[in-house]
């Protein structure tokens, strides 16, 4: 295996503590850009759009297989191959598209 478990679950650890910040700030984004001026307005968007971003970066960026190196997605499989995705699997317990193990014993680390 190219990376461990132990480093994969710590830069998840990571992006859990990211994402709260970033959805958070994208909401009160939203709730400022409807209660200013126009110009404002469009600060507060932009800055919302801006935070939704950098958390989808972060989960690409840190979120990837220590194995094959992809990254994480929620799967849908046919006959044990993966056709497609549905979305981020924020902490899989085994790769999706290797199966490499992803998660201690209990599921978790």
Do not use: D
């Not at 990211?18 to 994208?26: L, S």
């Not at 850009?33 to 690409?60: E, P």
Request: net charge positive; aromatic share 12%.
């Amino acid at each position: 295996m190219k990376g461990s478990i132990t480093e994969y679950q710590r830069k998840r650890a990571i992006f859990g503590k990211i994402i709260p910040i970033c959805f958070g700030f994208f909401f009160l984004s939203v709730v400022l850009s409807f209660i200013n001026s126009l110009g404002s307005q469009l600060f507060w968007f932009t800055c919302g759009v801006l935070s939704v971003s950098i958390a989808i970066v972060t989960q690409m960026l840190l979120n990837k297989c220590p194995n094959c190196g992809k990254v994480q997605f929620g799967s849908i499989t046919v006959n044990g191959k993966v056709i497609r995705t549905k979305g981020w699997a924020l902490n899989p317990m085994s790769c999706p598209w290797c199966k490499a193990k992803l998660s201690g014993a209990n599921g978790h680390s």
